[in-house]
């Protein structure tokens, strides 16, 4: 049984950079990063496999985060620089049912296990 738990949020200024965490209770393969804004549709962030060898972005993000993991420690992170106000939303990390490859998979319906979100909120 798979839990998932996000920190790290905050309230930063615009330009700002934070790192977000995600720790893992019990076995977690590819992993993700989503985040959901008030009033819109919970959208991708960034991905990475199990070894840490591939990952994905959406454009939004792309050349700003950083997804990176230590599964040593079952954690997954999110390094997030040159923040924008538009990127204030809450922030959840997620895995998938089994052991299958979930690389490239931007969609939250493709993803069944998600922690409870942390907020990140970015002032102008």
């Known amino acids: 049984q798979v839990q998932l738990e996000e920190s790290g949020g905050g309230l930063v200024q615009a330009g700002d950079s934070l790192k977000l965490a995600c720790a893992g209770s019990g076995r977690t393969f590819d992993m993700a990063w989503f985040r959901q804004a008030p009033g819109k549709e919970r959208e991708f962030v960034g991905g990475?496999?199990?070894?840490?060898?591939?990952?994905w972005y959406s454009d939004s993000v792309k050349g700003r985060f950083t997804i990176s993991r230590d599964n040593a420690n079952n954690m997954v992170f999110l390094q997030m620089n040159s923040l924008k106000p538009e990127d204030t939303a809450v922030y959840y990390c997620a895995t998938g049912r089994d052991s299958r490859s979930l690389r490239g998979k931007i969609r939250p319906t493709e993803w069944t296990y998600w922690g409870q979100g942390t907020q990140v909120t970015v002032s102008s």
């Open positions: 990475i496999s199990w070894g840490g060898r591939t990952t």
